[in-house]
């Protein structure tokens, strides 16, 4: 069985960082697509970022030239880096892994295994 456990969420001020990261149990994470989506209140959940099983990333428009994907296959881990966050960012983050997913629906939400959720509160 698969499980996605995130860590590094919390509250911050506008401007400041946070880093996000999921450890993966089970052998899906080396050939796997990582990715991470958020969930603001009374909103859908909306794709974030991905990096595939060769290392590319994709990003939405909003966080792009702010946030990074990357992963550690030897810790089975990926992570998001947060850079000058604003406060829309707010929401719970959400990793997710999939083995076959390819293309673009590495930008929607058809991955098969996702985590409980971090929370991140970006203050103004």
């Known amino acids: 069985q698969v499980q996605l456990v995130e860590s590094g969420g919390g509250l911050v001020q506008a401007g400041e960082s946070l880093r996000l990261s999921c450890a993966a149990s089970g052998r899906i994470f080396s050939g796997s697509a990582m990715a991470w989506f958020r969930q603001a209140p009374g909103k859908g959940r909306e794709f974030v970022a991905a990096i595939n099983w060769a290392g590319s990333t994709f990003y939405r428009d909003a966080v792009k030239g702010r946030f990074g994907i990357s992963r550690d296959n030897a810790k089975n881990t990926v992570y998001l880096q947060m850079n000058s966050l604003k406060p829309e960012d707010t929401a719970v983050y959400y990793c997710?892994?999939?083995?076959?997913?390819?293309?673009?629906?590495?930008?929607?939400?058809?991955?098969?295994?996702w985590g409980q959720g971090t929370q991140v509160t970006v203050s103004s």
């Open positions: 997710a892994a999939d083995s076959t997913i390819r293309g673009s629906s590495l930008y929607t939400d058809k991955y098969n295994y």
